[in-house]
């Protein structure tokens, strides 16, 4: 079986650990450090229970991209920091103590050997996309808390799943095209842009998305069924299709402003201009063992940083032996 190549949505991990870590963790000089050994811990757990041949910590270099405002100023709006002063950039609001870990992460997977990487102007989620879509290879692995990313599900040219950790690692889904039209009613053949279509329509109050007035998950997952597309959908409305009803039609009219920006917000970037910090292969042995020993020392990571460690030379021992047993003649 071909290793995956795993794509984590490194902030909504990090985010996760913040909150299922007590704070009570810190350095010695008081700093917190309960984001950062969660953090590690689960991607050792990653990296041990899914034994991915490539691994790539997603970042977003913009978490609120100006493309996305100017089709819905309304997107993300609520988690805007306040902020003082003319010319202020937006700030997502966050933990105060989180913020000062986030640099502490990317040094400790840097000193590891393991990938990060960003697009100018993009979020995580259309870095995680674009690689998604490049990938002809190898299996794909999207890690992450966020259910936007279940559009990236896919059986061709190689399978795409997302591995939903909303609940924690221990009660992480795996979710491919078949599992995301069981759940939540869009057929199988074209689940993850489907998924996407749906959720234009239901709306995410997260995100500052307000939907479809009148229009519920089951609602909009019917219509994209029979309809096929957001785009069909609306030309019916627009064609006074008889195959929807006039109270529908009449209330996707009246959103039309709302879904003709929906798609730029919702649908995931498939070509941001991407940059790795390295190459994506989970490394034969730490980059820089000495410096993961002085991080691990400064910053109290305890057994953390040596459960990441041991979980990059399992996973490397693990593809050899594959290798070697492919190598054999059948």
Known sequence: MTAPLALLDAASL????????????????????????????????????????????CLDADWRPDFRVEALPSYKAHRVAEQGGAGQVDVEEAPDTLGPQVPIILELLEAVG?????????????VIGTLATREDRDPVEVITGDRDLFQLVRTEPVPVSVIYVGRGWAKAQ??????????YGVPVDNAGPAYADMSMLRGDPSDGLPGVPG??????????????????????AEAESPDLPAKTRAKLLAAADYLAAAPVVVRVARDAPVVFSRQDRVPDSPADPDRVAELARRWNLGGSAERLLTAVSSVTATLTTRQGEQAQPG
Do not use: C, H, M, W
């Open 174 to 183: 795996v979710l491919g095209p078949a599992e995301v039209a069981e759940r």
């Open 114 to 126: 393991l990938a990060t990487a960003q697009a100018q102007g993009f979020e995580a989620d259309d």
């Open 14 to 57: 990090y985010f996760r650990a913040f909150f299922a870590v007590p704070e009570s963790l810190t350095a010695p000089d008081g700093t917190p450090v309960n984001a950062v050994r969660g953090f590690a811990d689960t991607v050792a757990r990653i990296l041990t229970d899914r034994r991915p041949g490539r691994l790539v910590a």
């Open 215 to 236: 229009v519920g998950e089951k609602t909009a997952a019917t219509l994209i069924t029979r309809f096929g597309s957001l785009e069909a959908l609306l030309a019916a």
